[in-house]
């Protein structure tokens, strides 16, 4: 595996040696070693899957409050996604400062999201599968989210949304 530092500060692209022959490939998504040995969070209680049916489709923007933040580990099965992420760790040199990263099925790519971070998507294709790694369960009075189009970020979505969840939509914006 190749860990490559993003430009906001802790989140990693991970790319994949992917091993191809007549049958078709493999690649290694996870080692806990591995992942110690680049100073990454290696312990994922939680494995999630998300389907999603329409290009355009937004998920986000989804965090959990301390002591319950999360680190993920995100990487697409099928399809293709622009996935954003919002450093809003307070203190941080990147703070309030966003990215949008295309991962998919093409690429043998994963994202790794530090604890602290909001993070969304939105599918660049039909019948989109991602799947995620997390470093912490789910704790429902924990989980919160803030608007997909919160002024105070400057997020990129490069579609038109097609569909978003009610409970996204009526998010309020950070810090309201």
Known sequence: MNFTPLSLDGLVLIEQRLMSDERGAFARSFCEDTFHEAGLHA????????????????????????????????????????DVVVDIRKGSETFGQSLTVELSQDEATALYIPAGFAHGFQTLADDTLVTYLMGSRFVPDANTGFRWNDPAFDIFWPREISVISDKDLAYPNFGS
């Open 43 to 82: 312990d994922y209680p939680q494995h999630n899957h998300s389907f999603n049916t329409r290009a355009g489709t937004v998920r986000g923007m989804h965090y959990q409050h301390a002591p319950h933040e999360e680190v993920k580990l995100v990487q697409v099965l099928r399809g293709a996604i622009a």
